[in-house]
Structures are given as C-alpha cells and as structure tokens.
T-cell receptor, first 116, second 112 residues
Framework: NAGVTQTPKFQVLKTGQSMTLQCAQD?????MYWYRQDPGMGLRLIYY???????DKGEVPNGYNVSRLNKREFSLRLESAAPSQTSVYFC???????????????FGEGSWLTVV | QQQVKQSPQSLIVQKGGISIINCAYENTAFDYFPWYQQFPGKGPALLIA?????SEKKEGRFTISFNKSAKQFSLHIMDSQPGDSATYFCAAFSGGYQKVTFGTGTKLQVIP
C-alpha cells in the first residue's frame, strides 16, 4: 500500500513561473487536504476537498488553486509563484465523518518547493 | 488566527527523562485531539489521540492528559529515547471531524 503519494519531491521555481503539485491516495478516502509547513508556523491548511467534486478554502488559499480530479487525486497549482510560497507542501487524506481511530489523517512525504 | 497554541517551540531532554509538550485551545467545538510525530524529511504520522470525555489516554510510553475545563491537553513521553527525537504537533478536530487545526509544533531532541 503506497498511502499518499506526492510529486515532485523537490522543485525550484523562478518568480512568476507556474507549477502543479500532484497527489494521489490509494486508501479510498473521501477527504483530501493540502497543507504548507513553515518554520514556527506549523501546518497551515491551504485547501481541502471533502469529496470528489468539491473543494473549499483553508487558512491560506491565496496564490493557489486546486483540482479534485477524481476520488484518488487532488492537485495543487501555483499560477504565478512568489518567494513567499517557498515552503514544504504536504498532501493528506482521511475518511469523511468517521469517528474514533478512523479520524487518522494520512500524510504524504512532502514536496520541497523553493521560489527564487 | 492560531486556535491551538503549542509550547514549547523546542525541547531538549536527556535520555530516560520525561518530555512534556502542552497545547491550549479556545474553540469549544473541538471534539477530538490527536498528536502527530514527524521525523525529518517525512510527513507527520498519528501518534496518539484522545476524546474530550476522557481525562487521560496512555499508549506505551506516550500519554495524553486532557483538561476540558482549562481547555488544555498535553503529551507526556516517559523514559524518552534518542529515537523519539522528532517534531510533535498537537491538533484539534471540529466540524464533524472534517476541519483540523494544528499547533505550531515542538522540536524534541533527546540527548544520550
């Protein structure tokens, strides 16, 4: 079981360039998330998708767009990259409206993005 | 807007000692409180979690203590080991377990 798979692992972009981070999960989860992690800021939610066909803004959505392509895949797009978007990005997934231990959020291994 | 406040930011503990990380929240709608462990270069992974109707939960050397009236919860790592060196995040769920808010993280270093 691969769990949550993100690509690419590392990327360097020039200011103004665009790119898409890809994410796929093989656990049949309905909910998927994109977080960014910055020193001293913890994990901040960019966008999430409660189910296929729906997306909602999180805490820091500006400068990003997402697409829930199907149940497995949730991509994050930077249309015009800025140095402030230099960060580590994590995709995650979870069962929807589940209780107890099934509330576990499963994270990918991260994508390190540098914007110069 | 930081709804879950975590402290300390970093922590150094000697091998065999007790590591304690604290979190406080304001939103009374939070109803599930997990802790995540993250090793360098990896994504966070669930360590242990607690519901607000329980005051303590223990799994091996890891214990969550929960104080509902004070809106605080903490992670205790007993007999800390160098392999426990990682960043720890507290979190809180609300909205039918859909929305998750994370603390800012605590970098723990356990020295031999």
């Amino acid at each position: 079981n691969a769990g949550v798979t993100q690509t690419p692992k590392f990327q360097v972009l020039k200011t103004g360039q665009s790119m898409t981070l890809q994410c796929a999960q093989d656990m049949n989860h309905n909910s998927m998330y994109w977080y960014r992690q910055d020193p001293g800021m913890g994990l901040r939610l960019i966008y999430y998708s409660a189910s296929e066909g729906t997306t909602d803004k999180g805490e820091v959505p500006n400068g990003y767009n997402v697409s829930r392509l199907n149940k497995r895949e949730f991509s994050l797009r930077l249309e015009s990259a800025a140095p402030s978007q230099t960060s580590v990005y994590f995709c995650a997934s979870k069962r929807t409206n589940s209780q107890g231990s099934r509330n576990t959020i499963y994270f990918g291994e991260g994508s390190w993005l540098t914007v110069v | 807007q930081q709804q879950v406040k975590q402290s300390p930011q970093s922590l150094i503990v000697q091998k065999g000692g007790i590591s304690i990380i604290n979190c406080a929240y304001e939103n009374t709608a939070f109803d599930y409180f997990p802790w995540y462990q993250q090793f360098p270069g990896k994504g966070p992974a669930l360590l242990i979690a607690i519901r607000p109707d329980v005051s303590e939960k223990k799994e091996g050397r890891f214990t969550i203590s929960f104080n509902k009236s004070a809106k605080q919860f903490s992670l205790h790592i007993m007999d800390s080991q160098p392999g426990d060196s990682a960043t720890y995040f507290c979190a809180a769920f609300s909205g039918g377990y859909q929305k998750v808010t994370f603390g800012t993280g605590t970098k723990l270093q356990v020295i031999p």
